[in-house]
T-cell receptor, first 113, second 117 residues
């Protein structure tokens, strides 16, 4: 039972354009969401998070949007850079089980020059 | 400083060997985690330590034995592993603010790539 889903296994974008990565979840108890970036053979690097009391959080080129009614979140990267090429995981946790992060399956982003 | 370190980076072991993975953080975090990640899959939680006590064991086989000697260190002892245990083992930590908001960011180490022959 995949509670966090990233339906696009891969995404290709040109440098300078916007990258939009999507994530859907099914567990209505989730109230904290995170995005991690992962290079091969390395650990996930935290990018940005959002609490369910917000619908948007911005940090530099990265913005996360949360639509609670649709159980959907997205990560926007503007402008995209070749160094952004990596696998992006969304993850979710619930206040009652806050230590259990549930990860999506990941989206491989390729930003071409 | 959001650094979590793990040693060794790579480990090859036979099915009869005993080895240990080590993880260290100096961020003052009081929760530490072990995850396992297979190729092209998301990380899967194995164990959580909170204030040096085991708080979550995700039904992990006993051939994996975690240990938290102090608030900065986390070990994973390996014994009689199977080839299917070959994976990237990730350590993470988070603040674990008791009495605070129960939402936390976990910070990951680079992982130990384990190959069981």
């Amino acid at each position: 039972d995949q509670q966090v889903k990233q339906n696009s296994p891969s995404l290709s974008v040109q440098e300078g354009r916007i990258s939009i990565l999507n994530c859907d979840y099914t567990n209505s108890m989730f109230d904290y969401f995170l995005w991690y970036k992962k290079y091969p053979a390395e650990g996930p690097t935290f990018l940005i998070s959002i609490s369910s009391i917000k619908d948007k959080n911005e940090d530099g080129r990265f913005t996360v949007f949360l639509n609670k009614s649709a159980k959907h979140l997205s990560l926007h990267i503007v402008p995209s850079q070749p160094g952004d090429s990596a696998v992006y995981f969304c993850a979710a946790s619930a206040r009652t089980g806050f230590q259990k992060l549930v990860f999506g399956t990941g989206t491989r982003l390729l930003v071409s020059p | 400083d959001t650094e979590v370190t793990q040693t060794p980076k790579h480990l090859v072991m036979g099915m009869t060997n005993k080895k240990s993975l080590k993880c260290e953080q100096h961020m003052g975090h009081r929760a530490m985690y072990w995850y396992k990640q297979k190729a092209k899959k998301p990380p899967e939680l194995m164990f959580v330590y909170s204030y040096e006590k085991l708080s979550i064991n995700e039904s992990v086989p006993s051939r994996f034995s975690p240990e938290c000697p102090n608030s900065s260190l986390l070990n994973l002892h390996l014994h009689a592993l199977q080839p299917e245990d070959s994976a990237l083992y990730l350590c993470a930590s988070s603040q674990d603010l008791r009495g605070g908001p129960r939402v936390e960011t976990q910070y990951f180490g680079p992982g130990t790539r384990l190959l069981v022959l």
